[in-house]
């Protein structure tokens, strides 16, 4: 399960605060995603990038921002303006191709009181 | 927008029995259907694909199969094992992006 991961495991932030969840892989990936995954809601996708310094919003960008400066790096941002941050995120990263097998992390599970 | 239905969302059969579940996609162009599968406190690892220019694929005991006139695609696992226990999503692709979109979901679970 090497190659992709997510630091921490666990987060606990309180409201109105933002907080930046990690990503690194050493597979030398071109492309990097972002999910969310909420009970019975399946993997919705934040943002996704295909090459350093560029990235696009996903279905449910709102609240959220990333930056991709190094090809092994794709942190994001929570921000005080997502209504409903609790919830389980998932990193990936593939070739690129959407043909291409997604490698996830072990995830980052957010908790906002 | 484009979205997939995934059905059922919760399975649970005897061990040795088959199970199937179905997924819908409403983007006529899709050509490739993954499935992954995550086990319980684990991240989600791709078990099997599909691409439109055929119409099963098998891998030992799972099978997926698709019908591109219905846009609808199955994933069968016949024989099953406690270890098959798990939640299992499907995915179709969206013309002209690098996105995959997602189903809800559906809990397997294998009965000894």
């Known amino acids: 399960d090497g190659g992709i991961t997510q630091s921490p495991k666990y987060l606990f932030r309180k409201e109105g605060q933002n907080v930046t969840l990690s990503c690194e892989q050493n597979?030398?990936?071109?492309?990097m995603y972002w999910y969310r995954q909420d009970p019975g809601q399946g993997l919705r996708l934040i943002y996704y990038s295909q090459i350093v310094n560029d990235f696009q919003k996903g279905d449910i960008a709102e609240g959220y921002s990333v930056s991709r400066e190094k090809k092994e790096s794709f942190p994001l941002t929570v921000t005080s303006a997502q209504k409903n941050p609790t919830a389980f995120y998932l990193c990936?990263?593939?070739?690129?191709?959407?043909?291409?097998?997604?490698?996830f992390g072990p995830g980052t599970r957010l908790t906002v009181l | 927008g484009e979205n997939v239905e995934q059905h059922p969302s919760t399975l649970s059969v005897q061990e040795g029995d088959s199970a199937v579940i179905k997924c819908t996609y409403s983007d006529s162009a899709s050509n490739y259907f993954p499935w992954y599968k995550q086990e319980l406190g684990k991240r989600p690892q791709l078990i099997i694909d599909?691409?439109?220019?055929?119409g099963e694929k098998k891998d030992q005991r799972i099978a997926v199969t698709l019908n591109k006139t219905a846009k609808h695609f199955s994933l069968h696992i016949t024989e099953t094992q406690p270890e098959d226990s798990a939640v299992y999503f499907c995915a179709a692709d969206i013309i002209n992006t690098d996105k995959l979109i997602f189903g809800t979901g559906t809990r397997l679970q294998v009965f000894p």
């Open positions: 597979l030398n990936h071109d492309a």
């Open positions: 990936a990263s593939s070739w690129g191709r959407v043909q291409d097998t997604q490698y």
């Open positions: 599909i691409r439109s220019n055929v």
